[in-house]
Structure formats: C-alpha cells, structure tokens
C-alpha cells in the first residue's frame, strides 16, 4: 500500500517536473526573442552611433579651420552616454522580465499542488531519518539531541503548513 503511494507520489512529482521544465523551455525561447529584439535594437544604437562618428570625422576633414572640436567630443560624449544609459536600461529590463516570468511559471506548475509538495519533502525528510538511524544510535547523547530537535522542528513546520 506505501509503495503505491510512494509509486503514485512519484508519478505525480514527475508530472509536476515535466510540467515545470515544460514552462521553464518555454520562458527560454521568450527570453532568446527578447534579447534577439533587443541585439536588433542594440546593433541599430551601434550603427546610428557609427554613422555620427563618421559624418563627424567627415566634417573634421572638411572643415579644418574654425571647427569647433570641443563641442563635437561633448555631442559624441553625450550620445555615447546615451548609448550606454540606452543599453543598461534593456539589460535591467530583461532581467525584470525573466525573473517575472520565472516566479510566473513557477507559481503556476505548482497552484494547488503545494501540499502534495510539501508532503513528498516530508516524506524524503522521514526517508532520510530512517535511513539513518543507525547513526543517530552511534552518536554522543549532545549530538542526538541536536538531530532529534532539529527532526521535530522540521515535523512541526510541515503540521503548520498542512493546517
């Protein structure tokens, strides 16, 4: 009867997995389209600001005598400014929206499944106790009675989230 349970549980936590990983590949490829917008967007920044240094140089060329070389380099170090405001402002946005999506996807492939969650980790938690009872009988009485708070401690959380 446990193992079925066990079976079952397990089958479920796959599923739940499977469901995650699913919205996490998904979120992938939403993320690759946004920073393909975003390198779209960057590399035209890059070739308006290429093209202002060009036209720039051209002028310098050009007019030799009388060109005003100090308010060109403030204009260049301006737009460079803006450039680089311009691309760390898509950066923070990325980052906004990935991690969004992420607590998004997250929060959805486990609605209502937060008990069956808790439950499978309690599970694993007792696994873990049983299987390691032997050490806790080899253990100096001080360390036992870490190990046994620190047991109950974790049976009373799980008892609160269940109530």
């Known amino acids: 009867m446990i193992n079925q349970n066990d079976k079952n549980i397990n089958e479920k936590m796959k599923q739940t997995m499977d469901l995650i990983n699913q919205k996490i590949k998904q979120g992938t490829n939403l993320i690759n389209t946004q920073i393909s917008k975003i390198s779209t967007n960057i590399n035209s920044i890059s070739n308006d600001y290429n093209t202002f240094k060009k036209e720039t140089s051209q002028n310098i060329k050009e007019n030799k005598t009388e060109f005003k070389t100090k308010v060109d380099v403030l204009s260049l170090k301006d737009r460079q400014d803006t450039i680089k405001i311009t691309l760390d402002l898509f950066k923070k946005e990325i980052n906004k929206n990935v991690i969004e ?44 009675k870490i190990s046994v708070k620190e047991i109950l401690l974790t049976i009373e959380s799980f008892q609160r989230k269940f109530k």
Not at 119 to 144: G, H, S, V, Y
């Open 101 to 144: 999506w992420t607590n998004k996807e997250i929060n959805t492939a486990t609605k209502d499944k937060e008990r069956e969650i808790l439950m499978n980790l309690w599970l694993e938690e007792l696994k873990e106790i049983t299987d390691n009872l032997e050490e806790f009988k080899n253990m100096p009485a001080k360390d036992f």
